[in-house]
């Protein structure tokens, strides 16, 4: 192999697992999705395994990622951007709330940003997280109640609410409303 070669393959780990990191998808996900194993994945992106080019252009096509692109050497972008129609949601915690998460997975339990989506009267119960930790609830529209520790808060648009989050806390709407949480882990 030239040089040159060498140095495009030895970039090729590190860009797929950013790909991969990107897409916020699991080794197990991208193994699914592509018909490599988890095993094979792994191997690939520590740098212990050189892929066909036909493993290769499975995992691009899984990673939806410019097969030509991957593999020239050259600045990688600085703009991650999450389409709206890609950010995950989850709608079974509390009533009439939806929770679409913006921050990547690998922050979980720092440093976490959510979108929250109210209907009329819709609640959301929590769970104290670990001691320490904080939420900065910003209300985009509508109006919420925010509860922490037995005390509780009207806030509207444009307010934000800093709270305690180590204790059991709600968030209600007496309207259709949409805010920004951040939960931060102390």
């Known amino acids: 192999m030239t040089d040159e070669t060498d140095a495009i393959l030895s970039l090729l780990p590190a860009r797929l697992k950013e790909a991969r990191r990107v897409q916020g998808l699991s080794l197990e996900a991208v193994a699914k999705l ?11 992106e520590r740098g212990e395994s050189s892929p066909t080019i036909a493993t ?9 990622v410019d097969f030509a692109g991957l593999l020239e050497d050259g600045p990688e972008t600085s703009i991650e951007v999450l389409r709206a129609a890609d950010v995950p949601s989850i709608e079974n915690r509390g ?14 339990g720092r440093h976490e940003v959510y979108e929250l989506r109210f209907n009329e009267g819709g609640v959301l119960d929590s769970q104290p997280h670990r001691r320490g930790a904080r939420e900065h609830l910003t209300v985009i529209d509508g109006k919420l109640t925010v509860t922490s520790n037995g005390a509780s808060q009207k806030i509207g648009q444009g307010d934000t609410a800093r709270y305690a989050a180590d204790v059991t806390h ?10 920004f949480l951040v939960v931060q882990d102390a």
């Open 56 to 64: 290769l252009w499975n995992l691009t096509r899984a990673l939806q």
């Open 95 to 108: 009533a009439g709330c939806t929770i679409r998460i913006l921050s990547p997975p690998e922050d979980a």
């Open 34 to 44: 592509s018909g490599v194993s988890r095993s094979m994945v792994s191997q690939i």
């Open 170 to 179: 709600r968030i209600k709407a007496s309207r259709p409303s949409r805010a």
